[in-house]
């Protein structure tokens, strides 16, 4: 059974920082390309950050310069680093196993003064 399970999220001020972790079970991971995904009420889902199993790294541009997105195969976890927030950033992000087409629950970030 795919379980993504994602932690890290919270209440962070205007230019703080978040850690998310999205650890996996049920998949072979180390060969599954990795997804951070984000949703914003009232607007669809987006593309934040990929991540390949060797490690290459894909950005939307509105994250490039300030997010960072890892991977640690002996974990089958992958992070996501958050720096320079902004109140744009706001919404539930989603990890995702590309190759299962699995979804994690989601955990909401919020960016606010």
């Known amino acids: 059974q795919v379980q993504l399970v994602e932690s890290g999220g919270g209440l962070v001020q205007p230019g703080g920082s978040l850690r998310l972790s999205c650890a996996a079970s049920?998949?072979?991971?180390?060969?599954?390309?990795m997804g951070w995904y984000r949703q914003a009420p009232g607007k669809e889902r987006e593309l934040v950050a990929i991540v390949t199993g060797g490690g290459s790294t894909n950005y939307a541009d509105s994250v490039k310069g300030r997010f960072t997105i890892s991977r640690d195969n002996t974990k089958n976890t992958v992070y996501l680093q958050m720096n320079g927030l902004k109140p744009e950033d706001t919404a539930v992000y989603y990890c995702?196993?590309?190759?299962?087409?699995?979804w994690g629950q989601g955990t909401q970030v919020t960016v606010s003064s």
């Open positions: 995702y196993a590309t190759r299962y087409n699995h």
């Open positions: 049920g998949i072979i991971f180390s060969i599954n390309v």
